[in-house]
């Protein structure tokens, strides 16, 4: 990730794609901080070190055809 000219930038590799921030849109408050423009860069930031990452877990839930059918009546 890297801020330029008034964006913030996101790469695939970053540890922003697992952060519980940054699958909630807007909450992170290092993007929100820079976008209000209260902080900014001198250097390249390492987002594994950014000081807000929360890792974002999936919990999926395998349920059968027929509960399906059951909720559905
Ligand atoms: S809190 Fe850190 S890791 Fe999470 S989205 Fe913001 S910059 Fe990325």
Redesign the pocket.
């Known amino acids: 990730?890297f801020y330029d000219n008034g964006h913030v930038h996101i790469e695939d590799e970053d540890?922003?794609m697992t952060?519980e921030?940054?699958n909630k849109g807007v909450a992170?408050?290092?993007?929100q901080a820079l976008g209000l423009g209260f902080v900014s860069f001198e250097e390249h930031l390492l987002?594994t070190s950014?000081g807000?990452?929360k890792k974002f877990e999936r919990h999926l839930k395998v349920v059968s055809t027929k509960e399906v059918a059951k909720k559905e009546t």
């Open positions: 990730m540890q922003c952060c921030n940054f992170c408050p290092l993007i987002v950014c807000f990452f």
